[in-house]
């Protein structure tokens, strides 16, 4: 591990870390940082994205604490640390989600259900349909949006010209689903849920200093 020793003249760049349960939350996430403009407006961040090997929820909260107490050793924090994650047939969600709120520093979550391609389908539509499993999602895209959709593709640069109809929808399904939370159902049990527009307005919010 590379130790990082802080002086007056040397200004090290901001820390993000992204720790992601699957595929294509990488391949999006990556395809979002290498963009031209983001490139040069966060050419002085140090944005880390990768998989840990135990990707479960609780997983990722356990790597995100490891890294926040080894950069707090290296004295070089991070500004930021986000765990993405989905539904899918996981155990521990609320309890991951819980404990990552309540952790110091806090490491904030970006969850979706069913899965992740949920914020992939707001880039094309409004919507709050119930879908049992990813490969349902998968099908709408294949047959109305992304034909041989697949998720290690580099389908980022197919859809990047609508992620602010993504952030419009996104805040729209929060609306949506707010009465339901207001009346204490979980997350995990609402209809549609993706809070990943949180990460990219985040992400859009940091500015080279």
């Not at 790597?63 to 500004?79: G, I, M, S």
């Not at 999602?137 to 859809?159: D, G, H, S, V």
């Not at 993706?194 to 992400?203: A, Q, V």
């Amino acid at each position: 591990m590379t130790k990082y020793r802080l002086s007056r003249s040397i200004s090290l760049p901001e820390r993000v870390l992204v720790l992601c349960e699957g595929e294509s939350e990488k391949v999006y996430l990556s395809g979002y940082k290498n963009e031209d403009a983001n490139r040069r407006r966060l050419s002085g961040v140090e944005i880390e994205i990768y998989q840990p090997k135990d990707f479960s929820p609780l997983g990722l909260l356990k790597e995100a604490r490891r890294k926040l107490r080894e950069a707090k050793k290296d004295h070089y924090p991070y500004k930021s640390v986000w765990i993405v994650f989905d539904r899918d047939q996981h155990a521990n969600i609320p309890q991951t989600i819980h404990e990552a709120n309540t952790s110091d520093p806090v490491i904030n979550v970006a969850f979706s259900l069913v899965c992740f391609e949920y914020w992939i389908l707001l880039h094309f539509e409004r919507s709050r349909k119930l879908y049992n499993n990813c490969e349902q999602i998968k099908k709408t895209f294949e047959k109305n949006y992304l034909p041989n959709y697949a998720k290690t593709m580099n389908f980022y640069p197919l859809i990047k010209s609508a992620i602010n109809t993504a952030l419009e929808n996104a805040a729209w399904l929060h609306q949506q689903n707010q009465p339901d939370i207001n009346n204490g159902v979980s997350l995990i049990n609402l209809q549609a849920y993706t809070s990943f527009d949180r990460l990219i307005r985040h992400l859009d919010e940091i500015k080279n200093e």
